[in-house]
């Protein structure tokens, strides 16, 4: 049965709800979508993860779930901490509300060469970013968790030959004043720690990545304390929380170090 043309349906979600209760985040979570990213070196495509919510007023019974989609469909701009602030406005617009947030989680590849070798091959990098809008004011964070390799220095220090080391994460959240490319914050983590990591790695790329991080021996306190000293350089930080976690190869547990601080004053 073919239904009528043209028949006006009840819009449910926006009557008035008796119960009067403001929701803090309502909306869209864990949606699938493809995006385009900007980067230093250009455009590039992925498939990110993304949760996306408004605040809802204790008079309206709910939100419009699918617009929610509708602006991530339609926002034509790449996709990037310095344009997320124009797509939080565009989602709180089309959904009628004051304030909003909006996180985007993605794997990041860049082409890598292997140090002596020059091989190329891609890296993947966990890329999230978060912004959160109220009453026009937008405020944004842009995290990498980059792969690397720890040394361990105790280890070398104690040790006839030879020393413990391991693949780590590193994880640098940054609220920023003015742009820093994703291959920026990447390369920041990157230069802190025992060494990089690649996909693919010759006999004598493997020879350059073992002794570069014998004589770079890190502890998870150093990586931090290393990072923080560059971010507190940087005039485009606002604020910064970063992390070393080392995968030990010696423990069933982590090594762990954290940082947070803004820099303009609180904590």
Known sequence: MNAPDHVPLPDVQSSVDPRNIAISRVGVKS???????????GVVATV???????????????????????????????????????????MVEHLDAN?????????????????VSGVQSLMDYDVTLHGSIHDGTAQVRQQVVVPVTSLCPCSKNVSAYGAHNQRAHITIDL??????????????????????????????DEKFVTERAYDNPKFVEDTVRDIALV????????????AAENFEAIHNHSAYASIAHDKRGTR
């Open 48 to 90: 990110a993860t993304v949760d996306m919510y408004v605040a809802l007023p204790g008079d309206r019974k709910g939100t419009h779930m699918s617009r929610f989609v509708e602006v991530l469909r339609h926002h034509a701009e790449a996709i990037s901490s310095a344009a997320l602030p124009g797509l939080l406005r565009e």
């Open 175 to 204: 609220e920023l004043r003015a742009p820093m490319s994703l291959e920026e914050q990447v390369r920041i983590a990157e230069e802190a720690a025992s060494c990089e990591v690649w996909s693919v790695l010759k006999r004598a």
């Open 231 to 242: 971010l507190q350089r940087d005039a485009r930080v606002l604020r910064y929380q970063l």
């Open 31 to 41: 949606l699938r979508h493809p995006i385009a990213v900007q980067t230093a070196s």
């Open 99 to 115: 304030a909003g947030e909006i996180e985007i989680r993605f794997p990041l590849f860049l082409t890598k060469s292997a140090p």
